[in-house]
């Protein structure tokens, strides 16, 4: 079992930046693959961002690269999200998860999801 809380969301001006941290609980974290998905109001949940267990695979939706960065710490149970160069259109709510095959950008391969947290991007 792996509880995860997002944290980090809030409201900047476009081309800022912010940095979401989804912090699990449990000491399998390391096992797991995670990823960040979205869901704008009215839209779908989208695939964002995917780390392997051992970072060594990252996968990225095409609108985001170049600006976004994800990452992980194993050691404090913690994978980030850094988003440069914001646009009103990354606006939504930011969901981390995790599951067992890594750099997936499919919903249905990961297991554990947190809440959510906002983020909203001013023009």
């Known amino acids: 079992q792996v509880q995860l809380v997002e944290s980090g969301g809030g409201l900047v001006q476009a081309g800022g930046s912010l940095r979401l941290s989804c912090a699990a609980s449990g000491r399998t974290f390391s096992r797991y693959a995670m990823g960040w998905f979205r869901q704008a109001p009215g839209k779908e949940r989208e695939f964002v961002a995917a780390i392997s267990w051992s970072g060594g695979m990252i996968r990225y939706v095409d609108s985001v690269k170049g600006r976004f960065t994800i990452s992980r710490d194993n050691a404090k149970n913690t994978v980030y999200l850094q988003m440069n160069s914001l646009k009103p259109e990354d606006t939504a709510v930011y969901y981390c998860?995790?599951?067992?095959?890594?750099?997936?950008?499919?919903?249905?391969?990961?297991?554990?999801w947190g809440q959510g947290t906002q983020v909203t991007v001013s023009s």
């Open positions: 998860a995790a599951g067992t095959i890594g750099g997936s950008s499919k919903e249905g391969h990961y297991d554990y």
